[in-house]
């Protein structure tokens, strides 16, 4: 195989073929990471700029030290390992469907595997996010009764371009009611879209949180040599509630 390319793992997973690639990149200049779900990009490590903002934007709305925060999704981890550069975050939990990609962080073939590990504050947890904000475990097995004060999920491509079609509850008004009931009073949850903002979804998480708002995060896409733009929705449960 190239040296420009390679395959660093590849597995067959209940929702398909997942597998982890590096290639060489003139465009950017060096090597870029890239997740593939069957036919599907998940993620890539040419464009982060809203991974890594959708954490940022999340602690910026929270006040004091000992933060507890909860990230759905791991992928190349760069959401998690900008939280942990926050200093008043006290711990970490990151909910990942499939333990195919833990894996992958705890060997070291994604960069951001070997921060992770070597912070005590960090937890990967393989779980279905949604499933855990809906059941009885919630999404600390170990305390099913924890509250974050910040939840940040970036799973789905969009509330509306599901990666598949059981997550759809959880953009719905009861889905973001028992998200909330893992939030404490004044906790954010924030969500990372591909898609440009959706005035349908703002509209379901305004029935539940409070201070809701769609920020548009731009960055260079050297690939259509234009910006392109990702969304991040940010919503804030009632401080009384």
Known sequence: MSARFQELDWRATPMGDISLRRRHDALVGGDVYEIKLDDDFLMSSMFTAAEI????????ELPGEGLDVAVGGLGLGYTAETVLEHPNVGSLAVVEALPEVIDWHRRGLIPAGAVLAADPR???VH??????????????????ERRFH???????????HLLHPGHAGF???????RLAD????????ALWSN????????????????DVRAEVVGFPNPIQQRESTNTVYLARTPVGG
Do not use: K, N, Q
């Open 53 to 60: 903002e959708l954490a940022r934007l999340a602690l910026a």
């Open 195 to 210: 898609d440009p903002p959706d005035d349908g979804y703002t509209a379901a998480l305004a029935e539940v949180f409070t």
């Open 127 to 144: 779980g279905d996010f949604f499933a855990m904000v809906e059941g009885a475990t919630g999404l600390d097995p170990a305390e099913p």
């Open 182 to 189: 893992r939030l404490h009073p004044g906790g954010v949850f």
């Open 122 to 124: 960090c937890t990967l």
């Open 171 to 177: 953009y719905e008004p009861e889905g973001m009611r």
């Open 150 to 160: 910040a939840v940040i999920v970036d799973i789905d491509h969009s509330p509306r």
